[in-house]
């Protein structure tokens, strides 16, 4: 039989092995069953309506659904009621988006899903101040799939950041060279008319953002935004690239003179983009590469914008052209402006190489020779 003795020693023998084996593997141990049981307490939370900040951070934090729990936030402005400010940092932003990007839905649904969002694709919090403008301008001719594609991810994702925001899809008329740049300098005169927008995002139509901290708000210089793309491998291609999604504060647009007008066809704009924020004294920002991520629908080249063979040359003739060629010689003739539920479409005539075509003569008036002519 053990003495008492030998009972205790053996005792301290067994916890002083234990306490050994704890300690070989306390760093891997400890941070699984941490994050393991932090992961059942959010699960727990995400199904207890114990506050909408709460649940929905968990549930964007851990890659869910873009519109979790925003159903809650469906209530109207009053008219005349003070609201006050939204916190800095809106408490309904999580973490990464789970994007999948499919198109077994209408625009009709994608209106269902956010009874907020009010006529020409308006929106503001319904419960606080929004701190920030941003406007969203989209250039855009006949890619109608991947625009609802967009509207469906990003009019969720920028009601989680408490904005107040508008989208502007800039509608290239006829079958002429598509000219994206020049379309984003109307999409900045045409917007500027509505409201003095805080921040204006340049959004090409097919990059769905992943990661809901990617703010749409500006910095204190320009904002390349989609610095991680996956058709990139989510590495940023080469330091002066300057396209996809961009942010420019108005001031940051006037000082640039906008964008160019002359680049015809695919490629060569981004480039000139970014050379011009360097030559107007400025630097490029951006947000990390985990956080501004980017799916890109994929699709092959539009027709009616073909490689501008002539991208090259018009780069190096930047810093000579960019205070003549921008935002202070566009032209361009708005032929109309609809007002759908999700979006202000302006379609507008930007013209080709040679120029802008003399306006439509007016309709000419049936004189009484013609209506006798007709109804006889």
Same mark, same amino acid.
């Given at each position: !039989? ?8 053996? #005792? ?21 069953? &941490? ?11 995400? $199904? *207890? ?23 809650? #936030?469906?209530? +109207? ?12 940092? $809106? ?15 209408? !625009? ?5 899903k956010n009874p907020l969002v009010v006529r020409g694709g308006r929106y503001r919090?319904?419960?606080?101040? =929004?701190?920030?403008?941003? =406007? *969203? ?23 989680? @950041? ?13 079958n002429y060279t598509y000219n994206k740049a020049k379309l984003m300098n109307v999409?900045?005169?045409?917007? /500027? ?14 990059? *769905?953002?992943?990661?809901?901290? %990617?703010?749409?708000?500006?910095? =204190? ?6 610095? +991680? ?17 961009? +942010?420019? $504060? ?5 000082? /640039? %003179? ?23 004294? /400025? ?7 985990? &956080?501004?991520?980017?799916? !890109? ?29 921008? !935002? ?17 479409? *302006? ?17 000419? +008036?049936?004189?009484? =020779?013609? @209506? ?5």
């Amino acid at each position: !039989m053990f003495s008492f003795q030998s009972k205790k020693i053996y #005792l301290f023998m067994f916890l002083g092995i234990q306490l050994v084996v704890i300690a070989l593997f306390s760093r891997e141990a400890y941070k699984k069953s &941490v994050t393991y049981f932090i992961h059942i307490l959010r699960k727990d939370n995400a $199904s *207890i309506p114990t506050g909408r900040n709460q649940t929905s951070t968990a549930v964007v934090a851990n890659g869910g659904d873009v519109y979790a729990n925003l159903s809650r #936030l469906s209530k +109207a402005h009053s008219q005349g009621e003070n609201l006050t400010y939204c916190p800095k940092t $809106s408490p309904l932003i999580g973490g990464r988006i789970n994007v999948r990007i499919h198109s077994n839905f209408t !625009m009709q649904e994608v209106q269902r899903k956010n009874p907020l969002v009010v006529r020409g694709g308006r929106y503001r919090p319904p419960d606080c101040e =929004a701190r920030h403008r941003t =406007a *969203i301008i989209i250039p855009h001719r006949d890619r109608e799939h991947h625009l609802k594609v967009l509207l469906y991810f990003l009019h969720p994702f920028l009601q989680r @950041q408490q904005l107040n925001y508008g989208f502007y899809v800039i509608h290239q008329a006829g079958n002429y060279t598509y000219n994206k740049a020049k379309l984003m300098n109307v999409g900045f005169r045409e917007a /500027m008319k509505d409201e003095d927008w805080d921040c204006l995002f340049f959004h090409d139509v097919d990059l *769905i953002p992943e990661d809901n901290r %990617n703010t749409y708000v500006c910095d =204190a210089n320009p904002k390349h935004v989609s610095v +991680a793309i996956d058709k990139f491998g989510y590495e940023l291609p080469y330091n002066q690239v300057f396209g996809g999604v961009t +942010a420019l $504060s108005p001031l940051h647009y006037l000082k /640039m %003179n906008g964008f160019p007008n002359n680049y015809w066809g695919w490629g060569g704009e981004d480039d000139d983009i970014g050379d011009r924020v360097s030559l107007a004294g /400025m630097s490029i920002s951006r947000p990390s590469l985990k &956080v501004g991520r980017y799916k !890109m629908i994929k699709h092959k080249l539009d027709k009616g914008n073909n490689a501008n063979t002539k991208r090259f040359n018009l780069l190096r003739k930047t810093r000579q052209t960019w205070k003549q060629d921008g !935002m202070n010689t566009v032209e361009s003739r708005v032929i109309s402006r609809e007002y759908h539920p999700l979006y202000t479409n *302006i379609t507008v005539d930007v013209g080709t190489k040679a120029g802008l075509p003399p306006p439509p003569p007016p309709p000419k +008036a049936a004189t009484m =020779a013609d @209506q006798i002519q007709h109804h006889g």
